[in-house]
């Protein structure tokens, strides 16, 4: 039933009210000390979203009260919340990365133990500025390509060691070639988590270096054994006779992941193929 003018404006809405309880509310959740900066961690996650809420229901709100049609903007359930401050990072959030970090070595380790020397995606991307080769390991690029952007943090974090100093440049800021892959991983890593108070409390630099840090261990963690995810079977497959048979985490099958064969192997048939490996189909636990 349509309403007349005269009862359109008959609601309990209060703008003004509504717009001094979100500033109250603004003024609760912003409980920072003279240049404090919340922690980009995540220990103010639930700040950042309440925040993203509000936002958005104080641009809402505004648009609604310049062109007052229809029923305002529902307030979002808030609750007051003071975000921890920190140098970026809070105390917490640097020790979660640091300890990510000293993990990035002992997961580069996993990955070397459980390559085969087999890309394991035979249709995987080629090398970058290559159009016709390709590496022969997936994984040896990936640590070549976390290799390099560990050397890049170290000359960082030299180049803010020597700023600190007031000294001027030089080649001490230039980090040495050291070990091939992993054990130059380990190096790196050393030196990053014994250096590491320098680049996790600088304002230019530590949002970054926390985002790569997060980035490596995910990638790592996602290989081969090394945590949770995807794992790759270390036969060929008994139908295209390629190494592309993997296991996904919590699945009571292995598939090949080439869309062309897309073999399925139940764990019973896979097992008995393990035990009796040979050329394709030789395997009396395998039907074909």
Known sequence: MA??????????????EADRRWKQSEGQR????????????????SYRKQQRLLDAYQQALEAWEANPVGAPPKEPETR???????NPFCPTDQAVYRRLLSEVDDLAA???????????????????GSRASRSPSATAEEL?????????????ARAIIRCQAGREESDEGTPPRRGYLA?????????????????????????????????WHERLKKREKAGTGRRHMKKPCPRCDRYSLYMEDDADYIACARSECGRLLSWADWL???????????SPGVAQ
């Open 3 to 16: 309403h007349s003018r005269d009862r359109y404006w008959e609601h309990t809405f209060d703008a003004r």
């Open 30 to 45: 912003r409980t920072l000390g003279p240049g404090e900066t919340p922690c980009p961690g995540s220990c103010n996650a």
């Open 80 to 86: 007051p919340l003071s975000p921890l401050p920190g």
């Open 110 to 128: 996993i990955a070397i133990r459980y390559n085969d020397g087999h890309r394991k995606d035979p249709d995987a991307e080629r090398v970058s």
């Open 144 to 156: 070549d390509h976390i290799a390099s952007a560990l050397r890049d943090w170290e000359a960082t």
């Open 183 to 215: 054990s130059e991983i380990t190096t790196s890593v050393s030196w990053l988590v014994a250096h590491y108070d320098v680049l996790i409390t600088e304002d230019g630099a530590a949002q970054a270096f926390a985002a790569e840090i997060s980035e």
């Open 272 to 282: 008995g193929y393990d035990e009796n490996f040979g050329p394709p189909g030789a």
